[in-house]
């Protein structure tokens, strides 16, 4: 789980960003703020955590909080992962 | 109420219909001439949006010069083209009707639509009707689609949608948009007209409209009323009361869909006024003291307004000419 907040920063750099400018994304650069992701990327974004990490975003927890920055996802995926592994 | 929330009365409810009405009128002639055409073309919904439109341009350059459109498919309701029909009639343009559905077999949305559907509702089938519903804005949550889908036997079900299933359905049901604006521009060229867009402020702020569909047009003469003022000019234009009362719907999915549970998430006389505070530069606390709320949910829907914006601006946007550099 180390790697999260570098593949995160390959995924955006790469998939939304096309390679322009992926590597000025800092930890806590909001993706909103940056005028990185809109609406839509936020879907994209949660259909690739759902798939990469085995889990699923509710609802609810698709909020600034939990999404809008790496490491809010790190700390989010981490969460996760750790409530999944405890109930297993 | 205080002195700022008068002025949004005055603003937003006190308008000169009169006044109003000449000025669009005026406009609308002047702009058809310029572009060296004779008339207009209306596509008519039954909503308030289209017969307002064509109230004005009957208006404007009167009935005779004026034609009017009635493009149903096979998920429109009836009760869309018989509000059209009546708004026609009783304003006396020249109308003509064509069903696009076998277009739009042809096209393959439905089919589309439906695969789609299908990966997220495996049990959907023939007889099944849908819709999407946006969600989370006002809930401090990132907006997100919903579909929803009725069966024969009145089961309901309802899932969140992927990326994948999300856009083909939209891209699917566009081509309803783009098939109408198809056959609106067709008549504009045989006739020489103009072809009229009827979005108001609300759906043009907030791109509810979609692109090179019923987002194209030349001449978009209430994009700049507030909803609440379109109504106030359908009833100073004595439209017929059904269209006038009317709540808006998008009659674009299968499912019954008032606009507010598809896209605004607020009823129109909310989003008015929130809109107005928007571009007047007003805080969130004046608006919670105009709509009677927290400042907090004001927040909320100021930060929904701008994510919509925000989401929406490449619909706005020309097509973009390269330079080359030296």
Sequence with gaps: ?88 | MTSMAASVTEDLLDLDCGFVVDEICAQLKETIVRFRRRGAVVAVSGGVDSAVCLALSAHAIGPERVLALLLPERESSPDSERLAREVISLLGVPYERHDITSALEGLGCYEARDEAIRHVIPEYAGGWRNKLVIGGGLSGQFNHFHLVAAGPDGKRVERRLGLREYLQIVAATNFKQRTRKAMEYYHADRLNYVVIGTPNRLEYDQGFFVKNGDGAADIKPIAHLYKTQVYALARYMQLPEEIVSSIPTSDTYSLPQEQESFYFALPYQQLDVALWHVEKGRPAAELAEALGIDTEFAARIYADIAAKRRTTRYLHEPPVLLAAHA
Excluded: H, W
């Design chain 1, 1 to 88: 789980m180390m790697d999260i907040k570098n593949r995160l920063r390959t995924y955006i750099s790469d998939n939304f960003l096309m390679g322009l400018n992926g590597g000025v994304i800092g930890d806590d650069t909001s993706f909103l703020d940056a005028g990185i992701i809109d609406s839509t990327g936020v879907i994209e974004l949660v259909s690739y955590l759902e798939e990469n990490y085995g889990i699923t975003v509710e609802d609810a927890e698709m909020v600034p909080e939990n999404l809008d920055s790496m490491a809010a996802i790190e700390r989010y995926i981490l969460r996760k992962t750790m409530t999944r592994a405890a109930a297993v």
